[in-house]
């Protein structure tokens, strides 16, 4: 999951917590005893959907569906993915437009961790939570984020995979959405 589902998923939390579940990508180690509590409870909360989507049977699956010389990198690109049905099924919804406000509102006014820094202001700026609807746009932010990173972009070389297993990875997202929403319903309640 990238931001708008991370977002998405603690709505109903205080602005502390889904602040710390926004940035937590952006926070290194376990100790998080510098950050107020209910921050440090939605940088471990994100932490935890992490782990559950990444070992759900479909995203593995999906992870094995990537050519062999990007798979290392599927993770990053799939999370994006995800962003990008999630607001391409829910554009233009109340709770949307509620959440995608909440979330801009919030990075403009707080610093983001050093490795978000410079991503957060871009972010807002140009609209990225109601831009993942858009499949193009997603696929340019997926490389785009393959750019930051050292070496060939591997992320880039994903895209065309994305477009041929589009309709595999929407079904993938299909059955994977409402069963993390069932879990996080028996599991977590947003501080």
Known sequence: MNFLAHAWLV?????DFLYG????D????RDLSDWPVATAQGIRHHRRVDAWVDSHPNVVNARRRAPTGQRRYAG???DMMWD?????DTAGQVDQEEIIGRCYRLLSTRSAPNRLAGMMPLLVEHDWLRGYADFDFTCRAIAGIGRRLSGPNQLAALVPWLRDDYRVLENDFQA????LLAELSHTDTPT
Do not use: E, M, Y
């Open 76 to 78: 990053i690109a799939l």
């Open 21 to 24: 579940n926004l940035i937590a």
């Open 84 to 88: 990008h049905f999630l607001a391409r």
């Open 26 to 29: 952006g926070v290194k180690g």
């Open 11 to 15: 709505s109903a939390g205080s602005d």
């Open 176 to 179: 994977l959405w409402p069963t």
